[in-house]
């Protein structure tokens, strides 16, 4: 079944800013094994397709700019819902 036709039938798609926050994970996540370095990590870590790095203000700021509202708690809540 289409991946597209699978999230026509979720409660995702009825929450417009789920479906802005699915889509922004899907662009942000890697789409080939990859290393990254981190700042005040010693070694780099390895992600794997489909994975990606995050922080709760970064986050926020990639999905909403400058905008206050949602807050990045919210932001970061809905991520983890």
């Keep these: 079944m289409d991946y597209a ?3 026509l ?3 995702i798609w009825g929450n417009r800013d789920l479906v802005c926050l699915w889509v922004y994970c899907l662009l942000k996540a890697n789409h ?3 290393w990254v ?3 005040g990590h010693a070694k ?3 992600l794997k397709p489909g ?3 995050t922080g709760q203000h970064s986050l926020h700021k990639g999905l909403c700019g400058d ?3 949602p807050s990045s708690r ?3 809540r809905w991520l983890h819902a």
């Design 32 to 34: 080939k094994e990859g």
């Design 74 to 76: 919210t932001v970061w």
């Design 5 to 7: 036709v699978q999230l």
């Design 44 to 46: 780099p870590i390895k």
């Design 37 to 39: 370095n981190m700042k």
């Design 51 to 53: 994975q990606f790095i």
């Design 67 to 69: 905008v206050a509202e």
């Design 9 to 11: 039938g979720t409660a």
